[in-house]
């Protein structure tokens, strides 16, 4: 495995943490005329796909999706928030976190209605996998996220369903 951009050997998950925020339209909605929970999908794989290229800075490609909880509805017309933050790395694999919070402008309510877990695979320019940089934990939040990602990791690949 090679990565031959310039980057930094270790870094903070602030440096790649990333927020979204969508406004729900009527597009965006199932039958029922809430929003239909794959275009919540969609922002959560764009979200956390920002993360991991911030963090890589290669081309990062998703493998995995997985523990993606709706909790609340999502209707036309809210906001949709979409926080993003790196847990776990480990070689070329990464794991983000999203959790989705809709915001109903005119009340000012805001909740929390979905989370899941994103796993990428950094890729070099021949599309195989490649080192990313290590993460630095400075916190004992960093380390206790770590520490679950890493647990999750080692579930998913012992689930994980090969060609
Ligand atoms: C990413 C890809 C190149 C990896 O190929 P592979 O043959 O599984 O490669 P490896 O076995 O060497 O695994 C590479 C890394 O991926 C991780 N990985 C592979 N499948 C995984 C899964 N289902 N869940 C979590 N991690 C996974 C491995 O653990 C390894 O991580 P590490 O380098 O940190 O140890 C290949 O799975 C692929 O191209 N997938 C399609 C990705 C894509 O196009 N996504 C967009 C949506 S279609």
Known sequence: MSNENTIKSEKS??????????RMFPSDANPAGNVFGGEILKH????AGIVAQRHSQSNAVTVSMDSVN?????YVGNVLKLNARINYVHNSSMEIEVRAEAEDIVSGMRTITGTAFVTFVALDKDGR??????????TDDDRAK??????RMQERLKNRKKA
């Open 13 to 22: 998950p602030d440096e790649s943490h990333a927020e979204v925020i969508v």
């Open 44 to 47: 959560i794989d764009m979200v």
């Open 70 to 74: 709706f909790i609340k509805p999502v």
């Open 129 to 138: 996998p490649t080192h990313v940089p290590k993460l630095l934990l400075r």
């Open 146 to 151: 770590f520490e679950e990602g890493k647990q």
